[in-house]
């Protein structure tokens, strides 16, 4: 019986067939990469070109939203308990700055990047203790981890937040500030994410593109 080849399934194909099709998706991944970087090249040279009135009314608009979403993550801190609200209103700040699906992917990068480097910054202070090599390794492990993950794009805030837990000085256990970082980052975050979706939901109901 002569079998149909449009159901053959992947286990039968043949090892160079499956390398083959990596290697074609490899190569379509690095293009859609391309073509991205050349469109947001493209995009900040238009941004650079606007005309002054334009720029002056974006970046107004940019920065009343940043800081209503800095100081809505930053006023209500003392409330909660949080000892150290103003990384609350940093990651407001970095989340607010762009539109609202670009937002969130900035704002998971901030929730994972402070996760996975309080996670590599704490384990690695209990595993080996305190010193210069431990907080090497701490970055070393905080970067290859978001990799791992392939969350390249937080790499750098899981670095930073490595950095905070175990060189930044502080009242209480790395335990403890990693529990205290990650509320904080999740509570600027929840601010921006909200302060973003309202004024993206009032643009589009007036028309109005910023």
């Known amino acids: 019986m002569i079998q149909d080849r449009g159901t ?11 390398l083959g099709l990596r290697a074609e998706a490899a190569r379509e991944a690095e293009s859609d990469d391309a073509r991205i970087g050349w469109l947001a090249g493209q995009l900040a040279g ?4 606007m005309p002054l009135a334009l720029r002056f009314t974006r970046g107004t608009a940019h920065g009343l939203m940043s800081a209503v979403a800095a100081l809505l993550a930053y006023l209500p801190t003392q409330a909660i308990g949080f000892k150290e609200g103003f990384w609350a209103a940093l990651t407001a ?4 700055q762009t539109e609202m699906r670009a937002a ?11 996760a996975i480097g309080g996670i590599a910054g704490v384990s690695t202070f209990l595993l080996v203790g305190s010193g210069i090599a431990t907080y090497a390794a ?18 750098r805030l899981s670095a930073t937040t490595a950095t905070i837990v175990l060189l930044v000085p ?3 256990t790395p335990e403890q500030m990693l529990i ?19 004024v993206t939901a009032v643009n589009r109901r007036l028309g109005i593109s910023v």
Request: hydrophobic content about 55%; aromatic content about 8%.
């Open 180 to 198: 205290s970082r990650l509320l904080e980052v999740g509570w600027g975050t929840c601010a921006a994410i909200g302060t973003v979706w309202v």
């Open 93 to 96: 700040v970095a989340v607010a």
């Open 138 to 155: 701490a970055i070393l492990f905080a970067v290859l981890a978001c990799w791992l993950a392939n969350v390249a794009t937080a790499a």
């Open 104 to 114: 969130q992917s900035v704002a998971r990068d901030q929730f994972i990047g402070a």
């Open 46 to 49: 238009l941004r650079k070109r």
């Open 8 to 18: 053959i399934e992947p286990m039968q194909l043949s090892d160079q067939e499956k």
């Open 170 to 172: 502080h009242v209480g």
